[in-house]
């Protein structure tokens, strides 16, 4: 088994990374598996390098121990495009010129699929995703199926700023870093036909198994504010961020246990 813990630099180290991280450790842990770190740092306007290092410093001070080389998906950017030039040359790429505001929608319409519009880098890239079941079996949920027509319609690899998709970057990633397990939160599920798509259409033959794990709900006294209904955690709830609670005297074994009664029973580490 190798899988990976990738967070983004867009912040710092919260309960629902530790949650995840348990999730992720626990599983490579039981099959003598390796844990890749991946530093999500695709959207170069957002990411900033000092959460990148607050993020490493408080999984070292949990910790969790990767295998291998760290990567930053930043400096990444040329085996993203060798990785999309068999689709290009499929022409399955297309630019597009819609705005945000233009699509009005989740589910991109195919405004652009017949324009022409050159690849340049003031463009956005998609590749088509024609109608089609992508079927998979997630090791938590069960059998799954997706449309990606029908859930996102042609998948955004490359953006106008020249960012690389995150939906593109992390397909490339698992499949280059032999990746076999994607194991990650459920917010992501509906993520994973078109990667499963993008894929096959990049080369992959054998593609990673999934499990998505529930979302760190808040505690059960928070939970009896609302009715009993659990609530997804977020950093406004306060209390969340590693280095909050690491201010406060907590333990790494303090930090870990609070994850592990937030992910419940079936996170391992
Ligand atoms: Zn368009």
Redesign the pocket.
Known sequence: MITRFAPAPTGHLHLGHVVNALHVWGAAHERYGQVLLRIEDHDRQRSRPEYEASILEDLAWLGFRHDGPMVRQRERGALYRKALQPLIDRELVFG???SRA?IQSDI?PG??RDKDIPLTDEV?W?VRMDPGMERFFDEMLGPQEQDPSRQSGDVLVRDRHGNWTYQFAVTVDDHLQRVTDVIRGVDLLDSTGRQLRLARLIGRTTPPRFWHHPLVMKSPPFAEATGGKPQKLSKSDGDTGVRDLRAQGWTPEQVRQRARELAGPRARA
């Open positions: 597009c010129t819609c233009d991109y405004t652009c956005g998609r």
